[in-house]
T-cell receptor, first 117, second 115 residues
Framework: GAVVSQHPSRVICKSGTSVKIECRSLDFQATTMFWYRQFPKKSLMLMATSNEGSKATYEQGVEKDKFLINHASLTLSTLTVTSAHPEDSSFYIC?????????????FGPGTRLLVL | AQSVAQPEDQVNVAEGNPLTVKCTYSVSGNPYLFWYVQYPNRGLQFLLTYITGDNLVKGSYGFEAEFNKSQTSFHLKKPSALVSDSALYFCAVRDLQTGANNLFFGTGTRLTVIP
């Protein structure tokens, strides 16, 4: 089946630094990738949708200048948390799908746990 | 607007007993429904999906879900629970009418199977 990887799986950083999280589709071409954030005791919240070669579409309330998303190739999308603060600590999950028709299954990465001190 | 409701935060069931994790949804068009499972400190794993066809969908690890259009429900079921089924379960929906590719998730239900 389709495999999506994320790197790193866990990262601890100091407040004010930037952190990059990679999301890769290992055995398929991901036309569309999604970034989710999981809050404790809450559901997954979609942060943004990215299509290869174009700018990401951010959900309302998500700061695009803080959460930089790049989808440079059909197998890689990156999320950069700029000037991280403790409130950015969370579990970030990416997903990828092969098309953009709305009928493709999304395959999820294992997630990245970010802790900002 | 799309939405998903999982009315139970926690479900406890004895090993070997049948389990049900409830999910209701709201979409403007036809729904594309999913169940995902999340084990501790890990990402989501796909269990099953419904888009059309038989209302009873069979998925991974012996799970199945029943689509009920009149009740707008998509409850997850398993005839005999295993301790290893203990995890967090998410129901999700995509609205085919809008053409949007993103999923709307419920808040999750934590399933605990008691030995």
């Amino acid at each position: 089946g389709a495999v999506v990887s994320q790197h790193p799986s866990r990262v601890i950083c100091k407040s004010g630094t930037s952190v990059k999280i990679e999301c890769r589709s290992l055995d398929f071409q991901a036309t569309t990738m999604f970034w989710y954030r999981q809050f404790p005791k809450k559901s997954l919240m979609l942060m943004a949708t990215s299509n290869e070669g174009s700018k990401a579409t951010y959900e309302q309330g998500v700061e695009k200048d803080k959460f930089l998303i790049n989808h440079a190739s059909l197998t890689l999308s990156t999320l950069t948390v700029t000037s991280a603060h403790p409130e950015d600590s969370s579990f970030y999950i990416c997903s990828a799908s092969e098309g953009a028709s709305g009928q493709e299954t999304q395959y999820f990465g294992p997630g990245t746990r970010l802790l900002v001190l | 607007a799309q939405s998903v409701a999982q009315p139970e935060d926690q479900v406890n069931v004895a090993e070997g007993n049948p389990l049900t994790v409830k999910c209701t949804y709201s979409v403007s068009g036809n729904p594309y429904l999913f169940w995902y499972v999340q084990y501790p400190n890990r990402g989501l794993q796909f269990l099953l999906t419904y888009i059309t066809g038989d209302n009873l969908v069979k998925g991974s690890y012996g799970f199945e879900a029943e689509f009920n259009k009149s009740q707008t429900s998509f409850h997850l079921k398993k005839p005999s629970a295993l301790v290893s089924d203990s995890a967090l379960y998410f129901c999700a929906v995509r609205d085919l009418q809008t053409g949007a590719n993103n999923l709307f998730f419920g808040t999750g239900t934590r399933l605990t199977v008691i030995p």
